[in-house]
């Protein structure tokens, strides 16, 4: 059981460049979740998907696209990578409570070992 | 706005003693706070979840308080231990009814040492 697991570790891009950072997990979760982490900053949400095949926007979508055509995966974008973008990213899933809405229904995260990336 | 803010930014003790960690919140409708740790170069995993009727709960060597009046909670770790040494993230679970939020602190870096 690997939980949640992320892909690249790290990398490193020139501006304007593409990338897809690929998260998985073997928990079975409805909800999955990416975030960015920057220094004094608490971790800020960029998508999630509360289903396959459905996503959504969080607090800081723009420059990021992901998608979500399995289940167990779910995957972001930068379709033209900027310095801006230069941060930890972290991957994260829940599970389903029935009878709770909204995409935190259960707010326990399993979140992945993260992919530190630099836009050069 | 709401907010989660949390003390001190950073702390370091001796193996062995006690602290305690501050989380304070202007979140509401409050649902839920939530203590994750974080280890250096990996992914935050939760200690403890506090609902809004509990004061206090415990995880073997951790313990958390809610007050859920003043909108504070902390986080106490007892007999610290190197393995302690991460980051502390407070979050907080903003209840909406059908679209809940959740609010991170920017955490707390204990590092514990000899």
């Known amino acids: 059981n690997a939980g949640v697991t992320q892909t690249p570790k790290f990398r490193v891009l020139k501006t304007g460049q593409s990338m897809t950072l690929l998260c998985a997990q073997d928990?079975?979760?409805?909800?999955m979740y990416w975030y960015r982490q920057d220094p004094g900053m608490g971790l800020r949400l960029i998508h999630y998907?509360?289903?396959?095949?459905?996503?959504a926007k969080g607090e800081v979508p723009d420059g990021y696209n992901v998608s979500r055509l399995k289940k167990q995966n779910f995957l972001l974008g930068l379709e033209s990578a900027a310095p801006s973008q230069t941060s930890v990213y972290f991957c994260?899933?829940?599970?389903?409570?029935?009878?709770?809405?909204?995409?935190?229904?259960?707010?326990?995260?399993?979140f992945g070992p993260g992919t530190r990336l630099t836009v050069l | 706005k709401n907010q989660v803010e949390q003390s001190p930014q950073s702390l370091i003790i001796l193996e062995g003693k006690n602290c305690t960690l501050q989380?304070?919140?202007?979140?509401?409708?409050?649902?839920?706070l939530r203590w994750y740790k974080q280890d250096t170069g990996r992914g935050p995993v939760s200690l403890t979840i506090?609902?809004?009727?509990?004061n206090t709960k415990s995880n073997g060597r951790y313990t958390a308080t809610l007050d859920a009046d003043t909108k504070q909670s902390s986080l106490h770790i007892t007999a610290s231990q190197l393995s302690d040494s991460a980051s502390y993230i407070c979050?907080?679970?903003?209840?909406?009814?059908?679209?809940?939020?959740?609010?991170f602190g920017t955490g707390t870096r204990l590092q514990v040492t000899l």
């Open positions: 928990m079975n979760h409805e909800y």
């Open positions: 989380c304070n919140y202007t979140v509401s409708p409050f649902s839920n």
């Open positions: 506090m609902t809004f009727s509990e």
């Open positions: 994260a899933s829940s599970y389903l409570i029935p009878g709770l809405a909204g995409p935190y229904n259960n707010n326990e995260q399993f």
């Open positions: 998907s509360v289903g396959e095949g459905t996503t």
């Open positions: 979050v907080v679970r903003e209840n909406t009814g059908t679209a809940s939020k959740l609010t």
